[in-house]
């Protein structure tokens, strides 16, 4: 007998043999003798009745085909798609091409060692600009294709910087060439499997799952009976707490035991939306890392230091333009909600005229108060930038669920379920809620916000902020989401 796992168990992201593994096999138990038949129903009897576990059914028996349904299975398949290879493949074409064509194919024979030295500094930028982009492209709403030129540059931009700095000796032409080599080798690869990279998915129709399967980045199929016949899936999605009669649950233990993953409803709606479903919110499970907690405070306190130097002048000249324009102070200061619903005061550039009255959040669309600087600098988000003074202090951070006035506060706590718990992390400048969705003043816009601001607490982690730094640099540039 098999047991089919519940949603705690499922964990999206990892590889049908993980889930495989946490399937619990008890075809090996012995089958109880006739003679013990009678005593067993007894003890069953006396004993007190227990809630299981897990739901228990017995796998089918003609569940060979099953196989045959899962993408990607076959083992030339497998060596294509897995990530390993394909950085090793890469790290050989990206070094050796550039290699063979300034030395000739003799070269490990007649390089010398600054030839050496920029091979593997190419290898390295390399390896990081692909690490960077596998694991950026597992987060949500994420094109790989689009980081590739970007965070090539960078890479290859900061091994050059760095061996010019060290005064090391180097070849430029075979730096470029391996960075040439790797932005057409990312480029063809990225399209020519861009369409096996769509995801497909099974849905069990019960519950939840219909409800929550409608996004139009996935291949969606319905199943009407518990079989895959016609289909080649990535998974099985299904609500796994919506008490599913025995034969959906015996078709969900022979997919997990024939290493088709299967998940949660809701886990899949928030890995492909960047939102935490708030109807099935488990707070406990949302604790944010604290060992990257201290981590990201050190980042934050470096970063604020390196990006001063260049925002100090622009900053100057914000100030300079805000009192030519309009009488007043040039810092606008407001007390607002941060870590544990500490209050602290948040600094910003003035963008209103200081004889204007309002609510407490900026009108959509034209807002009378708003001057004309104040409509630059919002635009660009330019009158964020006195908030790295908060952050140097600790109250805020660089990436984090952006604060919230007093008022506002205490009004979204009483009409948005669960909102203060988005202080359980510092507040920051920019955050995923903002790149994502943008401005929010009403309770329905604040309870989507909210749910981005979960999903930012529940996968607090590094390459969740390089994300969100590589989108905010997107904002600043188009002025998504400003009032």
Same mark, same amino acid.
């Given at each position: 007998?098999?047991?089919?796992?519940?949603?705690?168990?499922?964990? @999206?992201?990892?590889?049908?043999?993980?889930?495989?593994?946490?399937?619990? =096999?008890?075809?090996?138990?012995?089958?109880?003798? /006739?003679?013990?038949?009678?005593? =067993?129903?007894? =003890?069953?009897? /006396? /004993?007190?009745? &227990?809630?299981?576990?897990?739901?228990?059914?017995?796998?089918?028996?003609?569940?060979?085909?099953?196989?045959?349904?899962?993408? !990607?299975?076959?083992?030339? *398949?497998?060596?294509? !798609?897995?990530?390993?290879?394909?950085?090793?493949?890469?790290?050989?074409?990206?070094?050796?091409?550039?290699?063979?064509?300034?030395?000739? @194919?003799?070269?490990?024979? &007649?390089?010398?060692?600054?030839? @050496?030295?920029?091979?593997?500094?190419?290898?390295?930028?390399?390896?990081?600009?692909?690490?960077?982009?596998?694991?950026?492209?597992?987060?949500?709403?994420?094109?790989?294709?689009?980081?590739?030129?970007?965070?090539?540059?960078?890479?290859?931009?900061?091994? @050059?910087?760095?061996?010019?700095?060290?005064?090391?000796?180097?070849?430029?032409?075979?730096?470029?060439?391996?960075?040439?080599?790797?932005?057409?080798?990312?480029?063809?690869?990225?399209?020519?499997?861009?369409?096996?990279?769509?995801?497909?998915?099974?849905?069990?129709?019960?519950?939840? /799952?219909?409800?929550?399967? *409608?996004?139009?980045r996935v291949d969606w199929h319905f199943l009407e009976t518990p079989g895959l016949e016609g289909i080649q899936v990535d998974g099985v999605v299904a609500d796994l707490r919506a008490g599913l009669s025995e034969p959906w649950q015996r078709f969900l233990a022979d997919c997990t035991l024939h290493r088709i993953p299967v998940h949660h409803a809701t886990s899949v709606f928030e890995q492909i939306t960047g939102r935490v479903y708030l109807h099935d919110n488990r707070l406990g499970s949302m604790q944010p890392d604290e060992h990257y907690e201290v981590i990201k405070r050190c980042l934050d306190v470096l970063g604020t230091l390196l990006i001063m130097p260049v925002a100090l002048p622009l900053m100057v000249a914000t100030a300079l333009a805000i009192r030519l324009e309009s009488p007043g102070a040039v810092l606008f200061t407001q007390p607002r909600m941060g870590l544990h619903c500490r209050p602290f005061t948040v600094y910003k550039f003035r963008s209103m005229y200081v004889d204007q009255q309002g609510g407490g959040f900026t009108r959509d669309g034209h807002d009378p108060r708003i001057t004309r600087v104040g409509r630059v600098i919002r635009k660009y988000r330019i009158d964020e930038l006195p908030q790295l003074l908060n952050v140097l202090k600790g109250d805020m951070s660089l990436i984090g669920p952006r604060p919230e006035s007093m008022d506002l506060s205490l009004w979204y706590r009483d009409d948005v379920p669960f909102f203060h718990y988005r202080h359980v992390v510092r507040p920051g400048i920019s955050g995923w809620a903002q790149v994502e969705q943008g401005y929010a003043a009403e309770v329905d816009e604040m309870c989507r916000k909210l749910e981005y601001d979960f999903y930012y607490i529940k996968h607090f982690s590094f390459w969740l902020d390089v994300l969100i730094v590589i989108r905010t640099i997107r904002t600043v540039l188009t002025g998504f989401g400003s009032r």
């Open positions: 007998m098999s047991k089919v796992l519940t949603d705690s168990e499922l964990k @999206w992201g990892k590889s049908s043999r993980s889930v495989a593994d946490r399937v619990v =096999s008890l075809a090996g138990q012995p089958e109880p003798s /006739a003679g013990t038949e009678a005593t =067993s129903a007894e =003890s069953e009897r /006396a /004993a007190p009745a &227990q809630v299981p576990r897990f739901r228990e059914v017995m796998p089918s028996n003609e569940t060979r085909e099953l196989e045959r349904h899962r993408r !990607h299975a076959r083992f030339h *398949q497998r060596l294509l !798609h897995s990530s390993r290879i394909q950085q090793l493949l890469g790290l050989l074409v990206t070094v050796g091409v550039p290699a063979v064509f300034s030395m000739r @194919w003799g070269f490990w024979h &007649q390089a010398s060692q600054a030839q @050496w030295l920029t091979l593997v500094a190419a290898a390295m930028a390399y390896l990081v600009a692909a690490v960077a982009v596998q694991n950026l492209a597992r987060l949500p709403r994420t094109q790989a294709s689009l980081l590739v030129m970007p965070l090539l540059t960078v890479s290859y931009g900061t091994s @050059w910087l760095l061996l010019r700095l060290l005064g090391i000796e180097f070849f430029g032409t075979l730096l470029l060439g391996s960075y040439l080599t790797a932005m057409v080798l990312f480029t063809i690869g990225y399209l020519v499997s861009s369409p096996y990279r769509r995801l497909r998915f099974a849905v069990v129709p019960h519950g939840k /799952a219909a409800e929550l399967c *409608q996004d139009p």
